[in-house]
C-alpha cells in the first residue's frame, strides 16, 4: 500500500527488528511505537507500517487514524503534505502528536485543528513508587495487597513462559465475564491478548504470574521498550481480594533496577479503567494531541 512518500505494509514478526530500528531512545516515547503493541493490535485496527524519512510510523485504516512519526519534528507544511498523501479527502487524523512540538511550531494551527486527546493519556509511574507503596496516597493499595498476603499464605510468584498460556487464556475468559462494557477497546482486547500469548517469546514479551493453592490467580504481560516496563495487560481472578494490588506489586518487584518507569498504559476513555488507572497516582499523566484538516469557514 503506497501513499505518497510512505510505503505501508502489514506488521509480521519479521519486521520487529526493523521497526525498532526507526523509534529513536526515549523512555517517555508513547507505548503506540511499541513492537508488540503494533503487531497484537494489527489486526483489531487494521495496522500498517511505514517509514517517514527513517522514522516509524503507523497507518491504522479502521481509525482513520495515522501515528505521528516517531521522534521527529517534520516542518507543518511537510506532515500536511503526508496527511493529504493518506487522507486525500481529509476525513482522518494523525494521532498521538507530542505537547512538545505543537510547542515548537505554533504554524501547526494554520494547517490543522488541534486537540487535546484525553483518552490517549497514559499512565506513567516511577517503578519505585509503585514497588514501595509509600505515603498516605498509596494507603489503601498497600492495606488491599497485605490483606492478599495474609489470606494466601505460600502463594507463588512465576516468570511467564509460553507452557503457562493456557491458564493465561483461561483467567482472562473468567476476567472478561464480568465486563459488559462494549467499547472498542474491551471488545477487541481479546484478538490482541491471544496475538500476544501466541507470539509471546517472538515478539520478546515478559510477564509474572500469581498462584494460589496451585492455581493461576493473576498474571501481566509486559515489554521492555526503551527501557521502560510497557504494561500490555493485567488480569486478575476478581473472587480473591487485594489480587489486582498484588499483580501490579509483583509486576514493579520484577523490574525493579531494570525500568525506571513503568508504562500502564491508556484508559480508552473508559471511565472504570481511568478511574483504576487514575488511583495509583501517577507520577506522569503523558496526554499528546490529535490533528485534524482545518475547517473552512
Not at 246 to 252: G, P, S
Request: proline fraction near 4%; glycine fraction near 6%; aromatic fraction near 12%.
Amino acid at each position: 500500500m503506497r501513499n505518497g512518500r510512505v510505503i505501508f505494509r502489514p506488521v509480521e514478526i519479521s519486521d520487529k527488528a526493523a521497526i525498532e530500528a526507526a523509534v529513536p531512545p526515549n523512555p517517555l516515547l508513547s507505548c503506540e511505537y511499541c513492537f508488540a503493541n503494533l503487531f497484537s493490535w494489527r489486526k483489531a485496527c487494521g495496522t500498517r507500517w511505514g517509514l517517514f524519512k527513517g522514522h516509524l510510523t503507523a497507518f491504522f485504516e479502521k481509525e482513520d487514524e495515522i501515528l505521528m512519526p516517531a521522534g521527529s519534528e517534520p516542518d507543518p507544511e511537510d506532515l500536511y503534505d503526508f496527511y493529504l498523501d493518506v487522507f486525500p479527502d481529509g476525513d482522518g487524523c494523525i494521532a498521538h502528536i507530542p505537547a512538545k512540538y505543537i510547542g515548537l511550531f505554533p504554524s501547526i494551527k494554520d494547517l490543522f485543528e488541534v486537540e487535546k486527546c484525553i483518552d490517549h493519556t497514559e499512565y506513567i509511574h516511577e517503578t519505585e513508587n509503585l514497588f514501595n507503596l509509600n505515603g498516605s496516597k498509596f494507603h489503601n493499595k498497600k492495606n488491599l495487597l497485605n490483606q492478599f498476603i495474609r489470606n494466601n499464605p505460600g502463594f507463588e510468584v512465576r516468570k511467564a513462559s509460553r507452557k503457562f498460556i493456557p491458564e493465561c487464556f483461561s483467567l482472562a475468559e473468567k476476567w472478561y465475564e464480568d465486563k459488559t462494557c462494549k467499547t472498542f477497546g474491551i471488545t477487541h482486547e481479546r484478538s490482541a491478548i491471544k496475538e500476544s500469548l501466541d507470539n509471546f517469546e517472538e515478539l520478546g514479551l515478559e510477564g509474572v504470574l500469581i498462584f494460589c493453592g496451585g492455581s493461576l490467580t493473576a498474571f501481566s504481560v509486559f515489554s521492555i521498550f526503551n527501557g521502560t516496563c510497557i504494561v500490555h495487560f493485567e488480569k486478575y481472578d476478581r473472587s480473591v481480594k487485594g489480587a489486582a494490588q498484588a499483580i501490579n506489586y509483583e509486576t514493579a518487584k520484577s523490574v525493579l533496577g531494570k525500568c525506571r518507569y513503568i508504562n500502564r498504559e491508556q484508559d480508552l476513555g473508559i471511565e472504570g479503567l481511568r478511574k483504576a488507572k487514575s488511583s495509583y497516582c501517577p507520577d506522569i499523566f503523558d496526554t499528546d494531541f490529535t490533528l485534524t484538516k482545518k475547517k473552512v469557514c
